[in-house]
């Protein structure tokens, strides 16, 4: 059957009509295709980057530019010779440089993004300096980044969690430096409603310094290799777990500046290596701090010597729990059981102290400690640990000495039990010390009055007694034996009107036993 004339015309018009509508409907899709299309050429790249860093640079007032960018199909960024500057704040006509990175890559998954999910194949940052100028108030942030990579099982944008597989941190070096006069940060916030997994991190060959204003102290930190593994973080909880940490291999030093530098340890200038430290179990949830320290060593300059250093330890906003700390080195070793309120020196309702002591302490250790002395006193102290034995419990306000026990083999021995009250106002202290002792031979001692003393301490002597004191008012009442001969002392002392009275009595004491050499005995 033919169709007339005018039903062909009009089928032909209507095809006409669908290929436009269908044009048109098709247009914006095939120019997204097109442009999206021409991103990938790299002419087109640069030309868009270039805008984009035009408008950056005009909204931010900072002079922005980059050398070049690369985009391989899907979403393979790379961005090079990445620079960010503006108008020093300290030095009129010069620039400070804030970024500066040689190269950025960025390498994004598409599998789930279409449904708000993104896996970060590859994020890696190279030769990249940093430097924050004065963007931040609290402190001047500059330093330098080797490499910097990231890999991502996944972040769920919708969900907000992100899962990094692997993050890694190398030849970096970062230098803080604190400002005197800040602007009181604004403490309040929104709630961030996600939680990132790691499950590993590596820094390795990475410095970091830190300065206080007018550089009066400055500490310093070296790492060879530290490793985390499996955290998490929550920022909406504010909860922070790590399972382990190893830092492998470092230094770390602190230095006050106007100090002068002395002998032996030197509180005020400590440089530490060969740091090896283990710690897991590790969390953090405002004001809970929890941790198990595995093992730490580490040497001080001085040649003290950490071998090891381990326990638990537990803290929160009220309480610091050491249940089971030992620490040693080759020459000593001391375990502790300690528990300490925070509020242990306030006035109205002071918190409580427990502490459990035990330590043997080496002849070389005490000699480090106790920085320059004789020679001949050095010599002649006896190569034996002192002993230490100590438990006291209780608050500032009334203290209980159990028992305080030192001892050096050979040469002398201490004990002490008591109790004491308001140890922190000497105007209010109460005291009753009961003391015991005895002397083996402290020969060595005299070494301390010069090469040639003129008098000796001799062995078997003991002590016993008792001390007190009621405010500024100190008593004595003590018996020292020797031979066959007795001291005995009964005294007293204000120190507001430096009053006295001493009760000295000697029954039978040979005192050629203490002056050998004295003619008039």
Do not use: H, W
């Given at each position: 059957m033919r169709l007339p004339a005018h039903s062909l015309l009009s089928v032909v018009e209507m095809k006409k009509t669908l290929l436009w509508i269908l044009g048109i409907l098709l247009a914006p899709v095939v120019l997204f295709v097109v442009l999206a299309a021409l991103l990938y050429v790299p002419p087109v790249q640069n030309w868009a980057v270039q805008q984009v860093v035009k408008a950056a640079s005009g909204a931010t007032g900072m002079d922005i530019s980059v050398g070049r960018v690369s985009l391989v199909f899907p979403l393979d960024l790379g961005i090079y010779g990445f620079r960010v500057t503006q108008p020093s704040d300290s030095l009129p006509g010069r620039r400070d440089t804030i970024a500066d990175v040689g190269r950025l890559v960025v390498d994004v998954g598409l599998g789930q993004l279409l449904h708000s999910k993104v896996t970060v194949d590859a994020l890696e940052l190279e030769d990249a300096r940093l430097n924050t100028a004065g963007l931040v108030a609290t402190a001047r942030i500059k330093g330098s980044i080797g490499r910097l990579s990231l890999s991502s099982r996944g972040i769920d944008l919708a969900?907000?969690?992100?899962?990094?597989?692997?993050?890694?941190?190398?030849?970096?070096?970062?230098?803080?430096?604190?400002?005197?006069?800040?602007?009181?940060?604004?403490?309040?916030?929104?709630t961030v409603p996600w939680k990132i997994y790691v499950g590993r991190l590596d820094i390795v060959r990475t410095g970091i310094a830190l300065s206080t204003p007018g550089d009066t102290i400055g500490v310093r930190a070296g790492i060879d290799r530290l490793t985390g593994r499996r955290a998490v973080v929550d920022l909406e909880r504010g909860r922070y777990t790590v399972a382990a940490v190893e830092w492998a291999g470092g230094?770390?030093?602190y230095d006050n500046n106007y100090a002068p530098r002395t002998a032996g340890l030197d509180p005020n200038h400590i440089a530490l290596s060969g740091?090896?430290?283990?710690?897991?179990?590790?969390?953090?949830?405002?004001?809970?701090?929890?941790?198990?320290?595995?093992?730490?060593?580490?040497e001080e300059k001085s040649g003290l010597k950490l071998a090891d250093l381990s326990g638990q330890v537990s803290m929160d906003s009220v309480r610091l729990s050491l249940p089971a700390l030992t620490l040693r080195t080759p020459d000593s070793e001391l375990r502790a059981q300690a528990a300490m309120d925070f509020s242990i020196m306030d006035e109205r309702n002071p918190g409580r102290l427990e502490l459990r002591l035990l330590a043997n302490i080496g002849k070389q250790d005490v000699m480090r400690f106790a920085g320059e002395l004789p020679a001949q006193f050095v010599r002649s102290y006896p190569n034996r640990p002192i002993s230490l034995r100590a438990t006291l419990?209780?608050?500032?306000?009334?203290?209980?000495i159990t028992g305080v026990d030192v001892s050096l083999p050979t040469a002398f021995r201490l004990s002490a039990s008591g109790s004491a009250a308001n140890v922190t106002s000497p105007e209010r202290l109460q005291a009753d010390i009961r003391l015991r002792g005895r002397t083996g031979n402290l020969g060595f001692v005299t070494a301390l009055a010069g090469p040639q003393p003129s008098f000796r301490i001799p062995g078997g002597m003991a002590l016993e007694g008792r001390v007190g004191a009621d405010g500024s008012a100190y008593t004595a009442a003590l018996t020292l034996r020797e031979g066959r001969g007795s001291v005995k002392l009964d005294g007293r002392l204000n120190t507001v009107t430096e009053a006295y009275r001493a009760l000295l009595a000697v029954d039978g004491l040979d005192v050629t036993h203490f002056l050998p050499g004295d003619s008039l005995f």
């Open positions: 969900a907000g969690v992100a899962e990094v597989g692997r993050a890694s941190l190398s030849d970096a070096s970062v230098s803080i430096e604190l400002c005197d006069t800040v602007t009181p940060p604004d403490t309040a916030s929104a230094s770390a030093s740091i090896e430290i283990g710690i897991d179990s590790v969390v953090y949830e405002a004001p809970l701090t929890q941790l198990n320290l595995k093992y730490c060593r580490m419990s209780g608050t500032v306000r009334q203290l209980d």
